[in-house]
């Protein structure tokens, strides 16, 4: 079976970077469609499905969270390109900006954070990595 | 004053879709008339454009009569970067025609619609209809604001109803 996904050199030079930096696996949470007509879910009585669709190799670009006094704490995450292709061709997504937009937060170690900007770290104008920025929970940002 | 709302944006969403039916949104893949409640939707950063972002922000007892009568005030925020096709030259007009659309929606009469209880209502379900009715004042347009290349504008609008027995 051919895999419907093309990997670069550089995407799968990123790969092994990103396992032997001990590349982790991250959940990424995906809100099920929208059920066309249905006023429930437009009202917030209905709430969508969510699915947890696992990304790996991941590593936080620095171990530290970034923290300041005024603003809650922000983790960057890089994010193996391969795997990301893959998730955007298998759920039907136009491109991995859109998925990223579309999803609900990132799980890492049962902790929701969300996603406030995702950047495609390229060479030659193929992506290799993904950049995402995450903070922590509103409830946790007071 | 659940209901109220609910029933207000329902009102506001079927006259913007009749004033200008090609204003649609894409939410969550699914196409919708381009207006939503942000406190409804999952949190979105940046939020989207052309379409219409209904947020509920003040609410006052206007009298404690037997059946109270209650006044909320309902923020309509929009914004527009223009189209890429006039390389955006054409922004100003564009949030134009969202003030015109806005203001032939709230100002067409009637000026109320019979509240209704979607508590119950699903896919082929209808909502139960209520004994009295929701109405609202005109709509005030606040100064445009410039956000980089987008225009913004919010509109306040007082939305009255009576607290009925049972109500929440």
């Known amino acids: 079976m051919s895999d419907p996904v093309s990997v670069t050199p550089a995407a799968r030079a990123a790969d092994t970077l990103l396992r032997s930096c001990g590349g982790r696996q991250?959940?990424?949470?995906?809100?099920?469609?929208?059920?066309?007509?249905?006023?429930?879910?437009?009202?917030?009585?209905?709430?969508?499905?969510?699915?947890?669709?696992?990304?790996?190799?991941v590593v936080f670009r620095k171990a530290r969270a970034v923290v300041s006094e005024v603003r809650p704490a922000r983790w960057e995450l890089?994010?193996?390109?391969?795997?990301?292709?893959?998730?955007?061709?298998?759920?039907?997504?136009?491109?991995a900006s859109v998925l990223f937009h579309d999803a609900a937060g990132v799980l890492l170690d049962d902790e929701l954070l969300e996603i406030t900007s995702a950047t495609a770290e390229q060479v030659f104008g193929q992506p290799y990595a993904y950049r995402l920025v995450l903070v922590a929970p509103v409830a946790d940002k007071n | 004053m659940q209901n109220a709302k609910d029933t207000f944006y329902t009102m506001l969403q079927s006259r913007l879709a009749a004033v200008n039916p090609s204003r649609t949104i894409v939410v969550?893949?699914?196409?919708?008339?381009?207006?939503?409640?942000?406190?409804?939707?999952?949190?979105?950063?940046?939020?989207?454009?052309?379409?219409?972002?209904?947020?509920?922000?003040?609410?006052?007892?206007?009298?404690?009569?037997?059946?109270?009568?209650v006044a909320m005030e309902c923020s309509i925020a929009y914004a527009t970067a223009g189209s890429a096709g006039n390389?955006?030259?054409?922004?100003?007009?564009?949030?134009?025609?969202?003030?015109?659309?806005?203001?032939?929606?709230?100002?067409?009469?009637?000026?109320?619609?019979?509240?209704?209880?979607?508590?119950?209502?699903?896919?082929?379900?209808?909502?139960?209809?209520?004994?009295?009715?929701?109405?609202?004042?005109?709509?005030?347009?606040?100064?445009?604001?410039?956000?980089?290349?987008?225009?913004?504008?919010?509109?306040?609008?007082?939305?009255?109803?009576?607290?009925?027995?049972?109500?929440?």
């Open chain 1, 26 to 57: 991250m959940l990424l949470r995906m809100p099920a469609p929208a059920i066309a007509g249905d006023l429930t879910e437009q009202l917030g009585i209905a709430t969508p499905r969510f699915q947890n669709i696992p990304l790996a190799p």
């Open chain 2, 87 to 168: 390389a955006a030259m054409d922004r100003g007009r564009m949030l134009a025609a969202m003030d015109g659309e806005l203001f032939a929606a709230l100002s067409v009469e009637p000026r109320s619609a019979p509240k209704l209880n979607y508590s119950g209502a699903g896919v082929g379900v209808a909502p139960t209809a209520l004994s009295t009715s929701v109405f609202w004042a005109d709509p005030v347009f606040g100064p445009v604001i410039v956000n980089e290349e987008r225009l913004e504008r919010t509109a306040t609008v007082q939305v009255y109803a009576y607290r009925e027995a049972g109500e929440l």
């Open chain 1, 78 to 95: 890089l994010v193996s390109a391969t795997a990301v292709q893959g998730v955007v061709t298998s759920l039907g997504y136009a491109s």
């Open chain 2, 28 to 69: 969550r893949g699914t196409v919708r008339p381009g207006l939503l409640v942000e406190e409804n939707e999952l949190p979105s950063a940046p939020p989207p454009t052309d379409c219409f972002r209904l947020c509920w922000t003040k609410l006052q007892l206007v009298s404690t009569s037997p059946l109270p009568l």
